[in-house]
C-alpha cells in the first residue's frame, strides 16, 4: 500500500503564500509516473489544481491559478510541493494530493490511484 500525506495547510490573508507538501511512502515498488493536487470548495466537486510529470518535470496547471501556484517534485523524497502565491478567498478548499503510477494525462482524479487525506486551505479577505 502507498501512503500520501500532505501538509502546509492553513489560514492565510488574502495575497498570502503557502506552501503544500505530500510526502510518498509505503510500497517500495511504487514509481508514479504523476503527481497532482486537487482541491474541493464546501458545495462544490473537486477539481484540478497542477499536476507534474516526474521524469521530466513537466507540469499543468487549472486556469484558474496559473501565474499564481507552482508544483514541483523531489524525486528522491518522494516528495511534491505546491507553492501557492497571491492567494485569493476563492482559493480556500480542501488540497489533495494524488498518485498515478500508469502513464495519464493526469488532469482528471480517475486517472490516479492515490491519495492523501487532504490538508485544509483558508483563504481570508
Known amino acids: 500500500q502507498v501512503q500520501l500525506v500532505e501538509s502546509g495547510g492553513g489560514l492565510v490573508q488574502a495575497g498570502g503564500s503557502l506552501r503544500l507538501s505530500c510526502a510518498a511512502s509505503g510500497r517500495t515498488s511504487f514509481s508514479a509516473y504523476v503527481m497532482g493536487w486537487f482541491r474541493q470548495a464546501p458545495g462544490k466537486e473537486r477539481e484540478f489544481v497542477a499536476r507534474?510529470?516526474?521524469?521530466?518535470?513537466?507540469?499543468s496547471y487549472t486556469d484558474s491559478v496559473k501565474g499564481r501556484f507552482t508544483i514541483s517534485g523531489d524525486n528522491a523524497k518522494s516528495t511534491v510541493y505546491l507553492q501557492m502565491n497571491s492567494l485569493k478567498p476563492e482559493d480556500t478548499a480542501v488540497y489533495y494530493c494524488?498518485?498515478?503510477?500508469?502513464?495519464?494525462?493526469?488532469?482528471?482524479?480517475?486517472?490516479?490511484?492515490?491519495w492523501g487525506q487532504g490538508t485544509q486551505v483558508t483563504v481570508s479577505s
Open positions: 494524488a498518485a498515478a503510477s500508469s502513464v495519464v494525462l493526469g488532469r482528471f482524479d480517475q486517472e490516479y490511484d492515490y
Open positions: 507534474i510529470i516526474r521524469r521530466g518535470g513537466i507540469t
